[in-house]
């Protein structure tokens, strides 16, 4: 069965073609990130008129690649929220006219469960249950994964999340956009030790986030003097300091907590080099393992939806979604 998978939830247009047998024959990521730089951060309204350009040449792209055409499609799943409303509806109406005209099925996924079960697509797959540490975007949360549709919510961040935290402080010390990967990239040349910054949450005794307070600590610093080149670096390397160590000891805690020893790792902010360093050296001390995406498939991207919605489709668990051409901006996962 060959499912299609239609991603366009935020900044980036990704389309893919999963084979249920074969694995993932093609897929095709448009970024937007040069449209939204002159402006800092996302404009929806250009994101929304923007996936409707590219969708359907990368639809084109995709099946050429798979030597494939529009009758070798069995399913159309898209990303039904949480998003950007205008995005979401730009995928949502394109997949249901499409399934419609092939009269195959419809499949809304949620965006985070795409995220959540992307590393399943990797030559080496962790097996359910296991512990997942979602940090896309607006969000941070640590999920008990027992199967496809089975998730129970560990704990999630109280305010900002990760990514927010990293692009907001980016913005504060005037680092280019998209910020995390910048500040990331600064924090390499920088050393840690020069910034006092706080670790919030690091011992509440749950499994919570916060990282609002990391925010306006950097903000306070950035306001008491001028932050010299050097210094900035600096800075960057103490806040990423800081976000990973508060993600890594949540994340070690929650497998601890649940008894497994396997740690799922996802999202964009999973990309981040100096995260994966803190996980895997946490995870060999505690004799468990962690698994990522391949790093391609870590930010936004059609291949983890069409994979998604055929984990949905084959085993019977349709994702609780609105109805043909509805999305849901906001979505929670256990809702799905």
């Known amino acids: 069965m060959r499912v299609l998978g239609i991603e366009s939830s935020c900044d980036e247009t990704g389309l893919a073609l999963y084979d249920t047998v074969r694995g993932l024959l093609a897929h095709a990521v448009h970024s937007q990130i040069d449209l939204h730089a002159a402006y800092g951060g996302v404009v929806p309204e250009l994101a929304s008129r923007d996936h409707v350009r590219r969708i359907v040449p990368l639809l084109r792209m995709v099946l050429a690649e798979a030597d494939a055409g529009p009758g ?15 995005a979401l509806l730009v995928g949502a109406g394109f997949a249901e006219a499409l399934a419609f005209s092939l009269n195959v099925p419809a499949l809304p996924v949620h965006h985070l469960e795409g995220h959540l079960l992307s590393p399943l697509l990797s030559a080496d797959p962790p097996r359910f249950p296991f512990v997942a540490l979602l940090v896309s975007g607006g969000h941070t949360q640590l999920m008990r994964v027992a199967g496809v549709g089975q998730y129970e919510l560990l704990g999630e961040t109280l305010d900002d999340a990760a990514g927010e935290a990293f692009d907001k402080t980016a913005k504060l010390l005037g680092l280019g956009y998209p910020g995390g990967p910048q500040l990331a990239q600064l924090a390499e040349r920088g050393k840690t030790g020069r910034f006092d910054l706080p670790r919030p949450m690091l011992h509440s005794g ?51 907590a649940s008894g497994l020893d396997q740690l799922v790792v996802a999202g964009g902010v999973g990309a981040n080099r100096a995260l994966r360093a803190a996980l895997d050296a946490g995870a060999r001390a505690a004799g468990a ?14 291949a983890m939806i069409a994979f998604a919605g055929a984990q949905r489709l084959t085993s019977g668990k349709a994702a609780k979604a609105p109805g043909r051409f509805g999305v849901r901006p906001r979505w929670n996962l256990q809702e799905a």
């Open 289 to 302: 393992r962690v698994f990522y995406p391949e790093l391609e498939l870590c930010t936004d991207n059609g």
């Open 206 to 256: 749950d499994l919570d986030f916060s990282f609002s307070g990391l925010k306006t600590a950097v903000l306070t610093r950035v306001r008491e003097r001028a932050i010299g080149e050097a210094e900035k670096a600096d800075l960057c390397a103490d806040v990423q300091a800081a976000i990973v160590e508060v993600l890594a000891a949540k994340a070690l805690a929650a497998l601890k």
């Open 72 to 86: 070798d499609i069995d399913a159309v799943a898209y990303t039904a929220g949480p998003g950007l409303a205008g």
